[in-house]
């Protein structure tokens, strides 16, 4: 196994949609990670957006218009919600503890 495709692809359960698999270092699957950056984006939170990095505020502002255009202007997962997802938070400390803990937990 190549050590670094191992390192920083973490598997665990996303802390937004609950699934199981590789998850980034704010336990997001690549999906809801995706979302987040979006409504980062949404919000002008350039800072967070890993999209977004090293843009210019003019092609900041480029791609905020293009993901409204493709996606909506709808947050879609930091979410004034409807449905109750687990916020996302920077706890990351509590992670490692459950990290394989799923393995025998049916
Ligand atoms: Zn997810």
Known sequence: MDEDDFWGNDEGKCQACDEYGPVDDLSLCDECAGNLDRD?????????????????????????????????????????????KNVVNRNVNGRRNNRFMWINDY
């Open 40 to 84: 980062l984006i949404r919000q002008h939170d350039w800072e967070y957006s890993a999209s977004s990095l090293g843009l210019s505020n003019e092609l900041r502002e480029q791609l905020r218009n293009e993901v409204i255009k493709r996606f909506s202007k709808e947050l879609e997962l930091i979410a004034p919600s409807k449905k109750k």
